[in-house]
Every structure is written in C-alpha cells, then in structure tokens.
T-cell receptor, first 112, second 120 residues
Framework: NAGVTQTPKFQVLKTGQSMTLQCAQD?????MYWYRQDPGMGLRLIYY???????DKGEVPNGYNVSRLNKREFSLRLESAAPSQTSVYFC???????????FGPGTRLTVL | AQKVTQAQTEISVVEKEDVTLDCVYE???????LFWYKQPPSGELVFLIR??????QNEISGRYSWNFQKSTSSFNFTITASQVVDSAVYFC?????????????????FGQGTILTVHP
C-alpha cells in the first residue's frame, strides 16, 4: 500500500518549458488535491478534484491546468513555466472532500 | 473566508522541555474541521490529528496533546518531554464542512507553520 505517490521527485525547467507532474493514490479515495509550498507561506491549494470527473480552482490556479485521469490519478500541468512557479508541489487525497487529506512526498521544481 | 494564524515562526527548546504550538483560526462556518500536520526535515507531510467543531474534548496521544477552545478560536498543540526527533515544521489547518454555497467547502487552509527545533 504505497499511499500517495508523485513523480518526478525533482525537476529543473527553463522559463517557457512545459511539464506535467503526476500523482496517483491507491487508497480508493474520491478526492484529490494539488498544493504548492513556498517558504514562509504554508501550503496553498492550486486545484482540487472532489470526485472523478470534476475539477475546481483553488487559491492559486493561474498558470496551471489539471486532469483527473481516473479515480487513482490526478495530474498537474505547467504549460509555460515561470520562475514564480519554483516551489515544492504536493499532491494529496482524501476519502471524501471533508475527510483527512493524506499527502504525497512532494516534487521540488526549479524554474530558471 | 477562512484563515489560520500560527504566530510563532520558530521555537527552540532543549530536549525534555514541554513546548506548546499556538494556532488561532477564523471561520464563519459553524461546522468545520481542524488539523495538525508535521513536516520533518525529510519533507513529507504527516497527519497528526483531526478535530470537528462540535468536539471540544482535549485529546492526548502519547507525548502529544491538543487543546481546542471554540471561545478563543484556538487549537493549540503541546509536546510533553520533547525529543530531538520532534524537530520539524508543524502546520495547523482548517477546512469548512458546510456545503451551503460557501466557497471554502472542504478546502484546507494552512497556517504558515511553526519551525520547532529541539536541541539535545
């Protein structure tokens, strides 16, 4: 039982490049989330998916897109990376949207 | 809008000291959940506790205890007899549970975190 897994663990991009962060959970959870963590700012919600087939914006959605591929997988895409998107990205899942969220190990992204 | 404030940016203690991490929250909802997460130096986020707004009983789990007071909108976390392994960043978080058209339904709002360093 791996819980929430994220790939890659580290990534360096140049400004303007695109990439997709992958997230998968094996807990049969309905809800999934993407957060970013910046120094001194805690975690901020980018997008979330309350259930398969739905996605909604969080607090800081600009510059990102998401896809809930199926119940297990929720990906985050940066179409044209900017230095302001340098951050640690966490994926999380919960059984339902008000339940406890369990987090993946994070992806450290640097945009030069 | 909901808000979580952890006023203590950093705390430094010596092993075996007790330490309390403060958390104050704001919400207009009557039904909500409060959480504490631990982020050790390795970087992962570890769930510690979840409380709902109707349950003000204090909780104790080993050396950890939590004091929830609705009157002061606080959900403080105490570590008794701290150990070096307790060194981490601790986050308090809030989610609203009333799906009555509110925009914060189910979303976790985190505080800025408190960096706890326990010295041997």
């Amino acid at each position: 039982n791996a819980g929430v897994t994220q790939t890659p663990k580290f990534q360096v991009l140049k400004t303007g490049q695109s990439m997709t962060l992958q997230c998968a959970q094996d807990m049969n959870h309905n809800s999934m989330y993407w957060y970013r963590q910046d120094p001194g700012m805690g975690l901020r919600l980018i997008y979330y998916s309350a259930s398969e087939g739905t996605t909604d914006k969080g607090e800081v959605p600009n510059g990102y897109n998401v896809s809930r591929l199926n119940k297990r997988e929720f990906s985050l895409r940066l179409e044209s990376a900017a230095p302001s998107q340098t951050s640690v990205y966490f994926c999380a899942s919960s059984a339902i949207i008000t339940d406890t969220q369990y987090f993946g190990p994070g992806t450290r992204l640097t945009v030069l | 809008a909901q808000k979580v404030t952890q006023a203590q940016t950093e705390i430094s203690v010596v092993e075996k000291e007790d330490v309390t991490l403060d958390c104050v929250y704001e919400t207009r909802d009557t039904t909500y959940y409060l959480f504490w997460y631990k982020q050790p130096p390795s970087g992962e986020l570890v769930f510690l506790i979840r409380r709902n707004s109707f349950d003000e009983q204090n909780e104790i789990s080993g050396r950890y205890s939590w004091n929830f007071q609705k009157s002061t909108s606080s959900f403080n976390f105490t570590i008794t007899a701290s150990q070096v392994v307790d060194s981490a960043v601790y986050f308090c978080a809030l989610s609203e549970a009333n799906n009555a058209g509110g925009t914060s339904y189910g979303k976790l709002t985190f505080g800025q975190g408190t960096i706890l360093t326990v010295h041997p």
